[in-house]
T-cell receptor
Framework: NAGVTQTPKFQVLKTGQSMTLQCAQDMNHEYMSWYRQDPGMGLRLIHYSVGAGITDQGEVPNGYNVSRSTTEDFPLRLLSAAPSQTSVYFC??????????????FGSGTRLTVV | AQSVTQPDIHITVSEGASLELRCNYSYGATPYLFWYVQSPGQGLQLLLKYFSGDTLVQGIKGFEAEFKRSQSSFNLRKPSVHWSDAAEYFCAVGAGNGNKLVFGAGTILRVKS
């Protein structure tokens, strides 16, 4: 099925460990982004990309890196995990910056716990 | 900077009753407005969106929303709530030159039978 695929669905890390959250879409969307969801705070933008080779910071970028080498993939890297990064992470993609007819398509999320 | 306020953290309605979820936004230009729904443990699903034109927007699952520029609001409504509507609802404004959505904190809807 077409859509946004996130892996893994669940992950537990120790403080200081690094990991990469994977995000892939097969809809040929130019725009991709990463959000984190915390209780009572809605979703906050971490990083986004407007096309292959182009990325920019969102609202809460510290502690995270991204790259966009292909249109399909937009991985999120945690360089040195901290308990404050315990959250649910969502990847989203869209055809245009305004979302287009289909809006933004979200993945099913990665639930990350840092101990 | 743009922002979205959802004043109600929790709302409880009886099945079959009408529903209105409030959303106020702050944005200097004409906003792109969205409502998303999230069931427990799931991702976000688009309910409806407003870009321009008719200020009353129809969405999926019988939802509608009305854009009121003078009040900076984009309230979500449904005439008769079903138990399956219990979920968390997010209002969002799209802004900037990139892929930026700014979300409200969400409203959790409970439906009692």
């Amino acid at each position: 099925n077409a859509g946004v695929t996130q892996t893994p669905k669940f992950q537990v890390l120790k403080t200081g460990q690094s990991m990469t959250l994977q995000c892939a879409q097969d809809m040929n969307h130019e725009y991709m982004s990463w959000y984190r969801q915390d209780p009572g705070m809605g979703l906050r933008l971490i990083h986004y990309s407007v096309g292959a080779g182009i990325t920019d910071q969102g609202e809460v970028p510290n502690g995270y890196n991204v790259s966009r080498s292909t249109t399909e993939d937009f991985p999120l890297r945690l360089l040195s995990a901290a308990p404050s990064q315990t959250s649910v992470y969502f990847c989203a993609s869209s055809l245009t910056r305004t979302g287009g007819a289909g809006g933004y398509t979200f993945g099913s999320g990665t639930r990350l716990t840092v101990v | 900077a743009q922002s979205v306020t959802q004043p109600d953290i929790h709302i409880t309605v009886s099945e079959g009753a009408s529903l209105e979820l409030r959303c106020n936004y702050s944005y200097g230009a004409t906003p792109y407005l969205f409502w998303y729904v999230q069931s427990p443990g799931q991702g976000l699903q688009l309910l409806l969106k407003y870009f321009s034109g008719d200020t009353l927007v129809q969405g999926i699952k019988g939802f509608e929303a009305e854009f009121k520029r003078s009040q900076s609001s984009f309230n979500l409504r449904k005439p008769s709530v079903h138990w399956s509507d219990a979920a968390e609802y997010f209002c969002a404004v799209g802004a900037g030159n990139g892929n930026k959505l700014v979300f409200g904190a969400g409203t959790i809807l409970r439906v009692k039978s």
